[in-house]
């Protein structure tokens, strides 16, 4: 029986306080047996192509505190799958841009010291297609994928989206569900969005034998992961 915790995007080092233990309660909460990062597990913000923000770390210093973070995370779930992110992917599409081939570039598990987890583009359980989500948008983005891949769809990518759609022909139900993130928006890194009035819905979602259900995190003032709970 598939008992899967699907956690959010992380953008480590930028996670959200808290978010790191309200998933191992989740995991425990609902007796998983498995673990899938749904993408952008590290944000590798020094090497986008996009505008850097002044103020945050430069490529090594970000890699070392990132890596960190990966390793907290990976201390407490030795054995995930993650579908590869656009951030995840931001060191192969830098080195592709200079012509460098997939030949000198270090795996994931050797650049994050993972080697229980599985980076991969996506994965099928049963009738259950989860990836990463990238090029996905819109006020419903996992609807969206699954009008396109015509099969229950698990994704993230797109972080003000969090919640369950029901489908259902003569034939089949069909689920789409967006997992949320648990990214902190306060972090310099995300300083891109600061105009934006929508925010971030920090969740993460745990898919019961095929029935998908999304958990929003706690997170107000007073409320269990309120950051001033965690250092």
Request: aromatic residues 12%; charged residues 25%.
């Amino acid at each position: 029986m598939n008992r899967i915790l699907v956690i959010g995007d992380l953008h480590l080092p930028w996670d959200r306080k808290g978010y790191l233990q309200f998933c191992i309660d989740l995991y425990e909460q609902w007796d998983c047996n498995q673990v899938m990062f749904i993408g952008d597990v590290v944000d590798l913000h020094a090497i986008s192509f996009h505008q850097k923000e002044p103020g945050c770390p430069g490529p090594v210093e970000e890699y070392e505190r990132a890596k960190a973070a990966v390793k907290r995370w990976h201390d407490v779930f030795p054995k995930a799958i993650v579908t590869l992110g656009n951030h995840d992917k931001r060191i192969i599409r830098r080195a592709k841009s200079v012509d460098i081939p997939d030949i000198f570039i270090k795996s994931y598990n050797q650049i994050w010291e993972t080697p229980g987890w599985k980076w991969k583009d996506d994965h099928v359980i049963g009738d259950i297609y989860f990836y990463h989500g990238t090029g996905q948008g819109g006020k419903y983005p996992a609807s969206n994928a699954v009008s396109k891949l015509l099969m229950t769809v698990v994704m993230g990518h797109n972080h003000t989206a969090s919640g369950v759609k029901y489908y259902a022909n003569p034939m089949r139900r069909i689920v789409a569900v967006d997992t949320g993130c648990g990214i902190d928006d306060k972090a310099l890194a995300f300083a891109y969005g600061m105009d934006l009035k929508q925010r971030s819905i920090i969740s993460a979602a745990v898919i019961i034998n095929g029935v998908p259900y999304v958990e929003p995190m706690p997170c107000g003032r007073n409320e269990k992961y309120w950051d001033k709970n965690f250092k």
